[in-house]
């Protein structure tokens, strides 16, 4: 009977050793303090009692010390033993010595065994806990790699290589993503919480620290230090702007970046679901950085209130909507990378007058939702829509070719 719950308790915990990876020296920790406080519990004292844990055997070991008595003066069973039963053990034992003999667990009754048995389960799975918690306090701003295991409506759930739970909520996804369950998904550990020693870790796909990241693994001279990436900016899934500089005047730290033909960054916008990246030099001469931040756009002039950190960027009237870019998205990005706000003013001053038509005027043959999308891409007159070309108007607004097709026509009929 004993053997057998002993040999229950050890394989039991034997299994869990295992898998949760617990060292030796850490197991008999949790064991001994187990047992203790079963024995304290049970006879008053557990201070003349010895734990040897054998791992390779599966076996522990418990052994109590008494101190020999005379016959019919045993006062405390568990401190004392009787002359006649120490010479059981070994017929030589005399009054006064002490004897050390193996513990029977089996003794505390079944109910108490069951009791330590889900004790040190309940052990073993708090020291899980700190575990994972720990390890991935570490982790944080690092990219982690997990197998997606469940896709619900708010989050997706995803397991480590050792099967621990990743939580990707749907704001830290990007627009265009899509998960299949057993899929390999990279994200960048932003937070770990471990409310009521529950550890939750949360991953995200549209932090800038996430691109920050894949330029690091993508680019050696970034994870060397010869490259510092000074500041990343995204509109998940859209745009996004990478400011870089290096002090080593022999390296073009966007070069690096972009790689030859493209090579390393392409690679980054796959990963991103082909999210448009801009990599700029970084510099403090702020009228130049501001420039910088504004491609695709040439600007011809800039005015620049630092008090207020406001900025007016001079461009000419063809050049506005690259400024302005797909949904806003180029100058919301400037905006974000220098700490400016930066208003756009057509530089008309340096362009030819010539007759020119608001859009609105043409409300009565192009529909109004239409009118207000050619606005969202920096077109007012149509004019400025005329001197895009087909193909970036396809590519820039959210119209179907046919719609692009018709609306050339009108306003091209209009000056014709």
């Known amino acids: 009977m004993a053997r057998r719950e002993n040999d229950n308790i050890i394989s039991t915990f034997a299994e869990l050793k295992e898998l949760k990876n617990i060292d030796n020296s850490t197991m008999l920790s949790i064991l001994e303090e187990a047992f203790r406080n079963v024995i304290a519990r049970t006879y008053g004292s ?7 844990l054998n791992p390779d055997k599966g076996d522990v070991e418990i052994w109590r010390t008494r101190k020999v008595v005379a016959d019919g003066e045993v006062k405390d069973e568990n401190t004392q033993i009787a002359l006649s039963e120490a010479q059981k053990i070994a017929d030589d034992y005399e009054i006064g010595e002490e004897v050390s003999e193996r513990f029977d667990i089996s003794s505390f009754g079944r109910r108490t065994i069951l009791t330590l ?9 708090e020291l899980q806990k700190d575990s994972l918690y720990s390890k991935y306090s570490e982790r944080v701003g690092q990219i982690v790699a997990g ?23 749907k704001q830290d996804q990007i627009p265009t993503d899509f998960y299949r369950k057993g899929e390999s998904v990279r994200a960048v550990v ?21 691109l920050e990241r894949l330029f690091e693994a993508e680019v050696p001279e970034i994870h060397d230090g010869l490259i510092t990436v000074k500041k ?5 899934g859209e745009r996004a702007k990478v400011a870089v500089e290096t002090y080593d005047e022999r390296i073009d730290p966007v070069g690096a970046c972009v790689g030859i033909k493209g090579s390393r960054i392409h690679g980054i916008v796959r990963e ?3 999210e448009n990246i801009d990599v700029i030099n970084y510099t403090t001469n702020l009228p130049l950085f501001i420039a910088r931040a504004l ?34 998205n180029n100058i919301k990005l400037a905006i974000q990378l220098t700490g400016y706000h930066i208003e756009l003013m057509r530089d008309i001053e340096n362009t030819e007058e010539e007759e020119d038509i608001m859009l609105e005027e ?10 207000d999308e050619l606005k969202k891409i920096g077109c007012d007159t149509a004019r400025q829509v005329l001197k895009i070309s087909r193909e970036d108007l396809i590519e820039r607004a959210d119209l179907e070719e046919e719609t692009i097709d018709e609306i050339l026509k009108i306003l091209s009929a209009e000056f014709e």
């Open 117 to 125: 048995s889900q004790t040190l389960s309940g052990k073993i799975m």
């Open 232 to 236: 990343v900016v995204r509109i998940p």
């Open 190 to 210: 932003v937070k770990v919480d471990n409310r009521n020693n529950q550890p939750k870790i949360y991953i995200s796909r549209t932090s800038p620290l996430f």
């Open 46 to 52: 557990d201070a003349n009692y010895d734990f040897i």
């Open 362 to 371: 043409f409300s009565d043959e192009i529909e109004q939702w239409v009118i």
């Open 147 to 169: 197998e997606v295991y469940q896709v619900w409506k708010k989050e997706v759930l995803l397991l480590d290589d050792a099967g621990n739970e990743l939580l990707l909520p």
């Open 272 to 274: 991103l679901n082909n």
């Open 295 to 328: 491609n695709p756009a040439k600007i011809v002039s800039l005015e620049i209130n630092n008090e207020e950190k406001k900025a007016v960027a001079f461009i000419n009237p063809e050049e506005l909507s690259l400024a302005v870019g797909k949904n806003g």
